[in-house]
């Protein structure tokens, strides 16, 4: 059986070639786009279901590249500390920051955890995300980052919510009983074993920034989980260039995110060496910080993706709202913007199956957001709300 979408007003495909279709329709087979044809051909109605665009615009499936999806409790509070001059480490050695929602996290039961999971994935959707990546990262011990990650792979199942790439992040911090060279020795002793036979991860990440994980520590982690057979990613140059920047070049790990301070010269480096950066520019909103240079990362031809850092410091989990930053406050166009959190984010954040995503065309996996406008470039230009009316989810057509 096939359905065919059609009356659209415009397909921005974000394929390599004539991005921009209209007059056309997309026919889907399972979850797979069949082709992509003229609106003038005709159809056996006995094969085919119909699905009438209303002449809006369609465009590809968002995919939110980085995302901590799994954690309980809030931190609101922690905005007054910021006003009042304390910076994120301050915060952290007060107990607060990543420590406080540990606590917070393990407290709740893995149930309570699931419906959490649950309603942040419907959320996404209705914001037009069709795959994401979430870390664990918010349990810092073995038995409670395996916790997580069993979660994640049971969201994994839900059907009707975007897919997941997992990723293990037991180095995001270190609890008080450790220093960061102990809680290191239990992560390769112990810990990363443990993940590693439990299957439940795609990825590895680690926070390698000063003051949290050395670029040393980070290393070991990293060939470690890499010996393993886990793909690699990395929080790097956050809050200061700390070198995270050259071990991704070297490691050649597949994006290193944040690399707000990360020098234009290691950025070439890890251009060199294949590795994607991940700007995250609603951390900054967040924080009230400077944004990334994106008009000199453009000019300097780094590649980078965009997406939402969603977490208890950045409690966004839109990718329309992190596209209007980048748009109507950093002078990047809608068209580039989308190629961030669509072809981009495809290259940091693959599907299981291995299905391309991130664009529209034959063979694809049918993900893609009809818009609520007849405009493609709507898709960021509605911070407040989304722009999306309906998605085509794995070929199911979802209407909120």
Not at 26 to 42: A, G, L, W
Not at 212 to 223: C, G, K
Not at 227 to 244: C, N, Q, S, Y
């Amino acid at each position: 059986m096939r359905t065919i979408y059609h009356n659209i007003g415009s397909i921005q495909t974000m394929s390599d070639s004539s991005s921009l279709l209209e007059g056309k329709c997309i026919i889907v087979k399972e979850n797979i786009i069949e082709n992509i044809v003229d609106s003038t051909d005709e159809f056996e109605s006995s094969d085919c279901s119909f699905v009438d665009v209303g002449g809006k615009a369609i465009i590809p499936g968002f995919i939110d590249a980085h995302n901590h999806l799994l954690w309980a409790g809030d931190r609101f509070n922690e905005h007054n500390l910021r006003l009042q001059g304390k910076t994120y480490s301050e915060i952290a050695k007060m107990g607060g920051g990543i420590m406080e929602t540990v606590r917070q996290t393990r407290d709740v039961t893995s149930e309570s955890l699931y419906s959490i999971g649950l309603l942040r994935l419907k959320e996404s959707l209705k914001n037009g995300t069709t795959h994401m990546e979430a870390k664990s990262g918010y349990g810092l011990n073995t038995k409670h980052e395996l916790r997580l990650l069993a979660i994640v792979d049971q969201l994994k199942q839900q059907q009707d919510v975007p897919s997941i790439h997992s990723t293990w992040m037991g180095a995001h911090a270190k609890t008080p009983e450790h220093t960061y060279q102990s809680y290191t020795e239990e992560i390769l002793a112990e810990q990363l074993p443990e993940v590693l036979e439990s299957n439940l991860a795609d990825s590895a990440d680690v926070f390698c920034e000063p003051g949290w994980f050395s670029v040393e520590q980070s290393e070991d982690i990293l060939r470690a989980a890499r010996l393993g057979g886990l793909d690699l990613r990395m929080h790097i140059d956050e809050f200061t260039d700390g070198g995270g920047g050259e071990l991704a070049a070297e490691l050649k790990v597949r994006t290193a995110d944040h690399a707000h301070h990360t020098p234009m010269e290691t950025r070439h480096k890890m251009k060199e060496s294949g590795v994607m950066t991940g700007f995250l520019p609603g951390t900054p909103y967040s924080n009230g910080d400077d944004w990334p240079d994106f008009a000199n990362v453009q000019r300097n031809e780094i590649p980078f993706s965009m997406a939402t850092d969603f977490n208890p410091n950045c409690y966004t989990n839109s990718i329309p709202f992190i596209g209007s930053l980048a748009v109507q406050r950093n002078d990047m166009t809608p068209f580039d913007a989308l190629h961030c959190v669509t072809r981009q984010a495809a290259k940091s954040t693959p599907r299981a199956d291995g299905l391309i995503h991130g664009r529209l065309e034959r063979g694809a996996v049918a993900n893609f957001n009809i818009l609520k406008s007849k405009h493609w470039e709507s898709w960021c230009m509605t911070p407040s709300a989304s722009p999306v009316e309906s998605v085509c989810l794995e070929g199911v057509h979802i209407e909120f």
